[in-house]
T-cell receptor, first 113, second 113 residues
């Protein structure tokens, strides 16, 4: 089975641009998570979907971050407008209902200039 | 809400010495699930250990941990560190009916020859 896939692997954006990151969860998984990872803050939850329904939308990230899950096999994370402080690795993870283990994708490294 | 505390940001030790990384948690739920994830350089986090059972040792790849609900702890141990153990280790908690994980800040383990 394919694991979690994320595209692009690297993204460089100018301040103020709109960027869209993509994630495909493990086939059959019910839950999908978006995280931001930085050396200072560690792993921060951005959004959590269960069966395409938004369960949690990280409060501090609501204003410029929007995650969507249009179908069970694809999710996007839009950052609009980007700021230099958004430079981080964005990780997508999925899990099967009741199993609790999360499988992480390879991540997208975002650099905002 | 739930929280996980990892007291050490960086642990440096010599190859062959024992490893112990601390993890304590807080939750109102009586049946928490605890996890250790490991993240090697330029990789994404992957599950190392998990435990649902009080006072039962769980082992994987030479590492072990025991969930102690009485002290709200789930420390990670290994009898003899290897160079390849150098990585970032996250302790995580799941409680309630969702698969959402609450991560600690992470402990970087650096094993030197």
């Amino acid at each position: 089975d394919a694991g979690v896939t994320q595209t692009p692997r690297h993204e460089v954006a100018e301040k103020g641009q709109t960027i869209i990151l993509k994630c495909e969860p493990v086939s059959g998984h019910n839950d999908l998570f978006w995280y931001r990872q930085t050396k200072i803050q560690g792993l921060e939850l951005l959004s959590y979907f269960r069966s395409k329904s938004l369960m949690e939308d990280g409060g501090a990230f609501k204003d410029r971050f929007k995650a969507e899950m249009l179908n069970s096999s694809f999710s996007t994370l839009k950052i609009q407008p980007t700021e230099p402080k958004d430079s981080a690795v964005y990780l997508c993870a999925s899990s099967l209902l009741g199993v609790y283990e999360q499988y992480f994708g390879p991540g997208t490294r975002l650099t905002v200039l | 809400g739930d929280s996980v505390t990892q007291t050490e940001g960086l642990v440096t030790l010599t190859e062959g010495l024992p490893v112990m990384l601390n993890c304590t948690y807080q939750t109102i739920y009586s049946n928490p699930f605890l996890f250790w994830y490991v993240q090697h350089l330029n990789e994404s986090p992957r599950l190392l250990l998990k435990s649902f059972t009080d006072n039962k040792r769980t082992e994987h790849q030479g590492f072990h941990a025991t969930l102690h609900k009485s002290s709200s702890s789930f420390h990670l141990q290994k009898s003899s560190a290897q160079l390849s153990d150098s990585a970032l280790y996250y302790c995580a908690l799941s409680s309630g009916s969702f698969n959402k994980l609450t991560f600690g800040a992470g402990t970087r383990l650096a094993v030197c020859p």
